[in-house]
């Protein structure tokens, strides 16, 4: 149990690292509607990708193999960093209505994830005895957190395309 709790201590602060080192502001300034995205590349879209396609193929195999709980948190901690190579990776044409859409997207999927958070926990807990350790830890909200930002964003710009 302590290694899991110090593998959620490493992946909070390296998420925290993450974001102040994505986030830059603009005259000095930490007005919400003034910050810009440092964001990675366009190819990290395909490396995220390829992360988490092959993070769900070792899931599969190992759990044949080896202990089922080890592999859970493994593919977590794995498909988060696909997550967050797809969410912080910037588009093929990056403007400022882009940038507007990921601000709305990050509240959005921020509250979205705190919600299903909230509703998936107690459920896990009532209906089965916790076997799922990592439902419990940090990473499970911030895959919660991922898929609701990507859903939003991604709704977002094939609505614009029409």
């Known amino acids: 149990m302590e290694a899991l709790t110090l593998i959620n201590f490493l992946f909070m602060a390296g998420y925290i690292g993450l974001g102040s080192r994505l986030i830059k502001t603009v005259n000095r300034t930490w007005d919400v509607l003034e910050l ?54 910037c588009e093929r044409n990056e403007d400022e209505l882009f940038n507007q859409i990921r601000q709305k997207a990050i509240v959005a999927s921020f509250i979205v994830s705190l919600l299903l958070y909230a509703i998936v926990i107690p459920s896990v807990i009532i209906l089965e005895e916790i076997h799922h350790e990592w439902l419990l830890s940090f990473g499970a909200i911030l895959v919660f957190f991922n898929l609701g930002y990507l859903v939003y964003f991604c709704s977002t710009k094939f609505r614009m395309r029409r």
């Open 36 to 89: 810009r995205f440092n964001l990675a590349p366009y190819y990290f879209k395909y490396i995220g990708l390829a992360l988490i396609l092959i993070s769900i193929g070792i899931y599969i195999w190992v759990s044949k193999v080896n202990s089922l709980s080890r592999a859970e948190e493994m593919l977590l901690y794995h498909i988060n960093l696909g997550f967050l190579l797809l969410v912080f990776s």
